[in-house]
């Protein structure tokens, strides 16, 4: 099946969205599609973010339960049950988890139960495990790279047992309260984290079910999955940031210019602006300095926010 690229932006102008609208759409279209969280782990994500607020604003308001009620259209009851769940995990200096890494850690160790349960001997065909003629394992093996862990190639059942078998032991060190079950959509989330990675490449064959090859012995995402994660912290650096701003901080100042640059000069005037930068920050930075200050820019296609 051909993938369509859609362009969620153009998409959400289409649908009339307002700005907070948009900025919410933003971040849960990245949360999903590109740093690969499952919908369900969003949808309780946004809903513990929301109870945290309630939370927040309990304590604001000298933990007044009606009035806290009021600010946020919750009735005292339900306030009351949000307020000591909160209360429960700070008692017990837990962790408040939202999402967390995108990447299950488990699958740091996938290549070695591979290699473990699935080892290809010397003198062994690396599609033992398939109902292949001669001449078609040579065909597909040829194709296939040598500089690769030493493991058979698996069906996606296997695939799918390996998987699970690495969900259950790394769930078994945790409290029961805290294990989640094993189920189809994690096991298909996982199995597109390792795909995307190259950790496992699959290999179509003209019957019968697809072949799967490890190809590394380590698992780690792509290079731009790196820059998605540098965006991620760029954003919630920029975004503090914008709230000092709001809150007339005397260390913050915001900036922004919008002009045209002729196609022949971009590229001067991306290197002369990254020196003078450069040149900038050279000449007022002290290492007596106590305080430290972050300039963080980005320049790229002008869009107006406000017509979306």
Known sequence: MVGIKINHQQLAKAMKVSDIDFL???????????????????????????KFTVYLTYLEEGKNLRRTGFLHHVEPRRVKEIVSEFEALVENGETLHLLGSVEPSYLIGFSYIWAEKFPMHPGESRLKLFNLTMSERLIIEASITTNIPKCLAIKEEDLHFLIKELHEKSQASLPLEKRIAFSDALGEHAKFRLLESGTVQEVKLAQGPSAYILAKTDYSPRDRQARIHMMIQDLTRYFEGMYAWVDEEPEVMRGIETLGILPENKDAAFQELDQLVRDWADKYHSESATNQVALQFLLSRHMDILQI
């Open 24 to 50: 919410l759409i933003v971040l849960v279209v990245n949360l999903i599609k590109n740093l690969g969280h499952r919908y369900g782990r969003v949808i309780d994500a946004v809903s513990m973010a929301a």
